[in-house]
């Protein structure tokens, strides 16, 4: 049982860079929560102060309602897991699982227990008299996971365990983690850059940002609902499209792009929200996905336009189609493989306005 807690954390290197700025998120017992943002948002920093590896500057972590801001890292009861596995080269994969479990002086029987438990959960037992250097890069991400687990701890912490993997191999060690999670129900925080990794993991994510969290909720929420326009552009592969806008009084929001502009109906969902805050300077999102070809039997609401056609992408079921509308900026679109259009050539593509995201211009907040 562990829920872990964060009021008003910050993180201030040397009394001048402030890495993390009033953070209050709580995660709770068995949760499988994900930290995600761009290189130096202060995620991994966030982590470091949960391990107890770096001082927290203001506010205060609990773990189970227990303030821990100075308690040592070898009393919180939690296991790190890095990206560089940190394994021993001269200790044997079996040595190696059962080190921090002789450190706190286990019983021999209770650490080859624990040791065989963790290497048959993940698929290692084979290789316990093994040097690490002797395994696939896999297999010894297996081993430092393997080390966390004989410890039984409360709290899982990764940072970015899975950086160092080629691509298929971090595809399978992300459904591997998933499914250690939901045996050891154990509560698991997990940092990563990779917004996929973050989506396809996490119960929640927390989305981070120049030290500043941006929002908290679970994935499918995030990606339909991001509070604000950095959010919606970082969550989502090809990334969301944006377009400045202006709404005109017959309910209609026109892009005005150099010479040529082109104008779409305000969506229904977004009219009355508009209409209450008077905002006539907009962003306008739209998902890849919600671009289409052709009408959608159940879509009611399109707004066609020409595209001018970039690049087109195909990758297998899908193809991913850069295009232009008359300006230097670049939208791509999500479309179905079956009559790509042609690279050069006009092309009619439809906006389903049902699923635009509006912005505040100026905060950058969702409407
Ligand atoms: P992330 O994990 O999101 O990449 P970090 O938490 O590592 O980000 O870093 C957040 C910010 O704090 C960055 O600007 C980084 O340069 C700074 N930072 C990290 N560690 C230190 C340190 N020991 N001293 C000074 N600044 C640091």
Same mark, same amino acid.
């Given at each position: ?8 954390? &910050? ?17 709770? +017992? ?6 995600? /943002? ?62 921090? *479990? ?12 624990? $040791? ?35 410890? #039984? ?8 365990? *899975? &950086? ?17 999670? #939901? ?10 850059? +990779? ?7 996490? +119960? ?8 500043? $969290?941006?929002?908290? !909720? ?17 969550? /989502? &592969? ?21 010479? &040529?502009?082109?104008?779409?109906? $305000? ?22 996905? #919600? ?6 039997? !159940? ?56 699923? $635009? ?11």
């Amino acid at each position: 049982m562990a829920e872990v807690k964060l009021e008003s954390v &910050s993180k201030i290197y040397d009394g001048k860079v402030t890495a993390v700025r009033d953070v209050n998120v709580t995660i709770n +017992d068995k949760e499988f929560v994900v930290l995600v /943002g761009p290189s130096g948002c202060g995620k991994s920093t966030v982590l470091r102060m949960i391990a107890g590896l770096e001082e927290i500057s203001q506010g205060t972590i609990r773990i189970d309602e227990k303030i821990v801001n100075d308690v040592a890292p070898k009393d919180r009861d939690i296991a790190m897991v890095f990206q560089n596995y940190a394994l021993y080269p001269h200790m044997s994969v079996f040595e190696n699982l059962a080190f921090g *479990l002789k450190l706190r002086k286990y019983e021999k029987q209770e650490i080859d227990r624990r $040791v065989q438990h963790a290497a048959k959960i993940l698929g290692i037992d084979k290789f316990l008299d093994r040097k690490p250097k002797a395994l696939s890069g896999g297999q010894r991400q297996r081993v430092a996971l393997g080390r966390a687990i004989v410890r #039984h701890p409360k709290v899982f912490l990764f940072d970015e365990p *899975l &950086s160092n993997l080629d691509a298929n191999l971090r595809v399978q060690m992300r459904t591997e983690i998933s499914r250690l999670h #939901h045996q050891l129900q154990t509560t698991m925080i997990y940092v990563t850059h +990779d917004q996929i990794e973050a989506m396809s993991m996490g +119960d929640r994510i927390v989305v981070m940002k120049d030290g500043v $969290v941006q929002q908290v !909720d679970t994935p499918l929420n995030i990606y339909h609902h991001p509070a604000n326009k950095f959010v919606a552009g970082f969550i /989502g &592969s090809p990334t969301m499209n944006f377009m400045n806008g202006t709404l005109k009084k017959n309910r209609h929001l026109v892009f005005q792009q150099d010479q &040529s502009s082109f104008s779409m109906p $305000v969506p229904k969902t977004l009219e009355e929200k508009l209409k209450v805050r008077g905002q006539t300077q907009v962003t306008l999102g739209i998902r890849p996905e #919600h671009i289409y070809a052709h009408k959608h039997a !159940d879509v009611e609401t399109v707004s066609p336009f020409t595209a001018n056609i970039e690049v087109v992408e195909p990758v297998g079921n899908e193809v991913f189609v850069y295009f232009s509308t008359g300006t230097e900026m670049q939208y791509v679109a999500r479309l179905a493989t079956d009559s790509p259009p042609t690279i050069g050539k006009p092309f009619q593509l439809l906006f389903d306005t049902s699923k $635009v995201h509006l912005f505040d211009k100026q905060t950058e907040k969702a409407i």
